[in-house]
């Protein structure tokens, strides 16, 4: 069943649903987008297509501590540090923020043993995904069988209709969350059944003549020339929802203190620097080929799928324009 | 802004004949140009060795990229390289001159008074989604929309950096491509927008670059993209001592921010590619101007990346010089 | 230098004996103690201090004293991991323009603090926190003044919040 749900009520929705736990949306910031857990009063933007940073760090923050040590004599003691996530809500994530999430899920959570700090944030976050009414010009994840109204992996489905947001439960998890809202709710409008079906371009590529025999092309002249405009900045990983790179460090003194996990990036010179000064991935040549063959073949190899959702940010945010879409041109998976 | 009635076909046209020249007779190994990117609003560097490589040369209203940042790696590889310098580009070839990250004579400078690059961002707000929606007509913009035919100053649709830009002639040449412009900004009254913006207390003061810098993602494409961030290595990932850890915090943020605008203090250019590089828009230049600005008012008038023979004050001193804090 | 100071490890920080700590002890009525850090250069300013205490010159137990080879020696960063690390004022002190033992670093100082002073000013420091003064070694008087009247001023302002590292707060 459809449930509907005014523009002008959506506050009040926010405000039950925050209540559980902490309810991440789109906030603006400055001219940025990024999903942060509400508060009252605060930015929301459920219109622009999309979030400038992806939904990733939702469960994979940029930073978590995770426990802590402390010394006592010869004695050292570890605590684990209890997280926040507990029944967390994530309202807005787009079709592509969650094929983002299936990729990150093959990493972390259906490992053996899985990653406890995602497993949880996963597990207690109920998402609501938000269909995109119109693409934006950098937007291309029909090219990889994403239908920008229709997201999988999703616990609710939301659209715009007219004034308001159509809701509807996908799973028993969904149903919940409409209940909790009781009476802000209507009866869906005659003819809303279903969000209305996007397309979004692909800028001349398809899936088949993504590039085939990478394995071969290691040494390829084509990466000489790729790398040369790239500035060697993290931005396109940081923004990236399919990149995963983290670090672990210590922050404390030799009594006391805790470890975290951060957000690490594989264009940084320090990511592969060794204690003992070699560097395995010495210029932004290798740096962006094994960038750009992490997401092409080496995920593919490993996971059988191509590790882009075609969300355009890298076409968005990169300062000279270097961007995924020019690496498959230049590698050849343009279909003529 | 008077291109000399070239429309930017010609003046690509022009330009594409002068370097092509010289790509072919040997005298430059490798031109540093710029390229159409993949969308009509951005255009991204060109590394031209061919005139096939060539033919992608463009000279339009997008080629924001401050190319000198490439200088000095390229120099390690190529014997001698040509660049297209705007203003900006210009003043940086002066800074890393001033660095001594490279070497004058290894490099030949193609001068281009800038009229100035649009802002995609500003563009969409007025309605332009496709190319054809946009016509420039000397300092006018034409834009056609739904509602009609609008006629707007250029300047309105600028980048910051761009409109906040005292010189967008090149300051240093071997050949000038293109008859000079009219500057749009009075370098005396560069830091008028600064008054206009003062915010009064501490308080306030803290609150907004707080506000700014909490979102920074750590990706460092300020860093990146800075002519006058030379270190070999930076502070931010020096390991002994450790002065930055990988963290989120605000308070670190805040600290590389803080650091990286000060190793800049004297030596920035106010190119503004720290702001156009950054991912989620923070207005990184201000910081930048303001103490440009205070520099000025404290040990006078200086404009870095105008002259390479000038000390940048931060490096200098006189006996006399006034301080910012009780001396007695 | 003190060990907090240093930054030197992996663990960022050091052992907590150098800075911190302002905020939970306090002079032991449980009143709040302001934390200053006062960077003195060997030549003059710290002779300064020598000589207030042969002087028997009293002056606040709030200030710790870091002996620096010059006030131009002084990084910025240093200022900074003081501020993260709980300090709630920070002082460089030098010798008086024209004394320099090293004919110079002070009159590079004064150019490169005055414009760090303005730069944290327009991150929203407090001007009072961070302050630059000149000491002689003949100065033991002016020492204990400068000391108390910066002690008095950050009393007035309260605890610094300004890029605090709250994770060093929990561990101190």
Redesign the interface.
Known sequence: MIRYIQESRLEELFRILSRRGPLYLPLA????L?FRPWSEGAPVDLKTVNS??SAKEIFL???EAYFCYRRAGRELALEPLEQEAANAVAFGLRACDLRGLEMLDRVFKDQDPPDGLYLRRREQTAIVALACAEPA?YCFCSLFGIDPARAGGADLQAWWHGEGLCLKALTAAGEELLSSAGELLHEGPAGAEEPPRVETGN?GLKLEGLPAGLRERFDDPVWE?LY??C?????C???CPTCYCF?L?D?GHQEKGER?R????CM???FTLMAGGHNPRPTRKERVRNRFLHKLQYYPERYGEIACTGCGRC?R?C?????I??VIRALGGESR | MAQDNLNRDQATARIRAAVTQDLLSGRISLLLGWQK???WW????L?ARSQQDLERLVWDSFCA?NLS??LPEELSIEERVGILVKGCDARAFHRLLQDRMLDRERVLLYGLPCPGMLDY?LLAEAGV?EAEQMLEEGEELVIQTGGGEERRPRTDFLLEKCRLCPHPDPVVYDQLLLPPGEPWMDPASRFQDLEARERPT???????????LQ?C?????C???CPACSCREC?A?QQ????L?????L??N??FH??R??HG??RCIECG?CQ??C?????LLE?SR??AK??EE??GPYEAGMDPEAPP??L????E???????K | MSEAL?????D?GGTAAGVGGSRSSGSGNGAWQPLIVAFCCNWCSYAGGDLAGTSRLSYPANVRVIRVTCSSRVN??HV??AF?RGADGVLIAGCH??DCHYT?GN??A??????????????????ERF????ISSSEGDRFAEVMQEMTETIKALGPNE??????WLKIT
């Open positions: 910031e400055g001219p940025s990024s400038t940073v923050p940029r930073e010009p800028f020339e040369r405009s500035l060697g900045c993290g931005a990983t940081y923004i670090d460090e922050f975290y951060c957000w690490d990036s940084f010179r320090e076409l945010s300062p000279v324009d270097l961007n879409v020019q | 990117g993949l969308f951005r255009s991204r560097p590394f990229v940042r490439y961002r989604k501490p308080a306030e003061r803290y609150a907004y670059w707080s506000g700014e979102r993602l750590s990706c460092y494409a860093r990146q993209v502070f990932e002994e001592p450790r002065w850890g990988k963290g989120a915090g308070n670190e805040m600290l803080i650091i605008v000060y203090a004297g590619e156009r590089a991912p989620v828009g923070i207005p910081l303001r103490l205070d520099i404290l040990y004050p931060l200098t001193y006189r006996p010089d006034p301080a910012a804090f009780p001396e | 240093k930054g030197k490890g992996a960022n910025p960063l900074m991991r993260q323009p024209g110079s009159y590079h004064r150019r490169r603090f005055s414009i760090f002073a303005r730069l944290l000013e327009h991150a929203g420091l407090e001007p302050q630059v003064r000149w300004r890029w605090v590292d709250p994770r």
